[in-house]
């Protein structure tokens, strides 16, 4: 399991924010499983992909954790990534864990779930706009399309 520093997890929640500062660093720095992470909870099949192929289990099953997979959260308590499993835990509105990484000075992994919680709000309030709702229903009509022609 690779180990990621207090500076790391403030980039990726920098990037998390759409801030490009922090995007450039990840890229940089060899982190961009933590771009591709991001993606993946924004379900960006080719990032999944792309965590799978690079054997990134511990943020797949966090990915999965923060979309309520009971069985990714247990995977991440298996392995000791304590830290991964709280800040899932925090986005699906668990205080204790908050309590509990705040106490250890985790602060860095509660302002990462705050950032996720606030991107995948961003995201669903985008989805529900009336543009959102619009753009939504095209790329359902391409995707039908496509489904049609591979039959």
């Avoid at 591709?36 to 966090?62: C, E, N, Q, S």
């Amino acid at each position: 399991m690779k180990h990621y520093s207090t500076h790391a997890i403030d980039q990726f929640t920098r990037h998390t924010l759409n801030d490009t500062s922090g995007f450039n660093w990840l890229m940089n720095n060899g982190y961009r499983e933590l771009i591709a992470t991001l993606d993946a909870i924004r379900d960006d099949k080719m990032a999944f992909k792309y965590l799978m192929d690079g054997k990134h289990f511990v943020l797949l099953a966090f990915v999965n954790a923060i979309w309520e997979d009971s069985k990714a959260l247990k995977f991440l308590l298996d392995v000791k990534a304590f830290d991964w499993a709280a800040c899932a835990n925090i986005i699906n509105g668990d205080d204790k864990a908050e309590e509990a990484l705040n106490k250890l000075n985790k602060k860095h992994f509660v302002l990462l779930a705050h950032a996720i919680q606030s991107r995948i709000h961003e995201d669903g309030d985008r989805n529900v706009s009336p543009w959102g709702v619009m753009s939504n229903l095209l790329n359902f009509k391409k995707a039908l399309k496509k489904d049609e022609n591979n039959r």
